[in-house]
């Protein structure tokens, strides 16, 4: 099975409203990425969160990592329209090498 | 944006044939990787180079190959496309050493008749 599960794996809501995407894991990591797919196209990297880190944030995004849980959220803050998109945790384990989660697809209605 | 570049951005070709998914990226990055994505569905690493003259298979079983002779580019080669090839092929490269992030290019949507 793989090594990141994301949940839940399809989010709709409503322009302004906050989203919250969790990421599980089964392995030690050395550090979890978020990214971001929009349809039909590659992926741009969010959000890196280091395995002795407990929150970050970015501008409206906030991840969290529980170690102890193997587990991720996500929070995007204020959503818009824009942020259409898939979203994707990865863990690196090492070598640099990421293993990706299904994704959460994230549909923000104006 | 990312400055790595995939080519073709799509492509739809007949059983049998060869293909070579080309991928450069002018950012100077030792490490490149290519990933098969069905639609929906998440990332599986199939291939990935820590650098000239390196290629390892990924956690994916393909029937592709790849070699890295120039440090920008990476080119993934199927010698006899089928049609269980479908996919999207995603390469990406970053910076060497641990902690660092990937950048994607846009991948090719490959559809094999």
């Known amino acids: 099975s793989q090594q990141g599960e994301e949940d839940p794996q399809a989010l709709s809501i409503q322009e302004g409203e906050n989203a919250t995407m969790n990421c599980s894991y089964k392995t030690s990591i050395n550090n979890l990425q978020w990214y971001r797919q929009n349809s039909g196209r590659g992926l741009v990297h969010l959000i890196l969160i280091r395995s002795n880190e407990r929150e970050k944030h970015s501008g409206r995004l906030r991840v969290t990592l529980d170690t102890s849980k193997k587990s991720s959220s996500l929070l995007i803050t204020a959503s818009r329209a824009a942020d259409t998109a898939s979203y994707f945790c990865a863990t690196e384990t090492s070598g640099s090498r990421l293993t990706f989660g299904e994704g959460t697809q994230l549909t923000v209605n104006p | 944006e990312a400055d790595i570049y995939q080519t073709p951005r799509y492509l739809v070709i007949g059983t049998g044939k060869k293909i070579t998914l080309e991928c450069s990226q002018t950012?100077?990055?030792?490490?490149m990787y290519w990933y098969q994505q069905d639609p929906g569905m998440e990332l599986h690493l199939i291939h990935y180079?820590?650098?000239?003259?390196?290629?390892e298979k990924g956690d994916l079983s393909s029937e592709s190959t790849v070699s890295r002779i120039r440090t920008e580019h990476f080119p993934l080669t199927l010698e006899s496309a089928r049609p269980s090839h479908t996919s999207q092929y995603l390469c990406?490269?970053?910076?060497?050493?641990?902690?660092?992030?990937?950048?994607f290019g846009p991948g090719t949507r490959l559809l094999v008749l």
């Open positions: 950012m100077g990055h030792d490490k």
């Open positions: 180079s820590y650098g000239v003259n390196s290629t």
């Open positions: 990406a490269s970053s910076r060497a050493g641990g902690w660092k992030t990937q950048y």
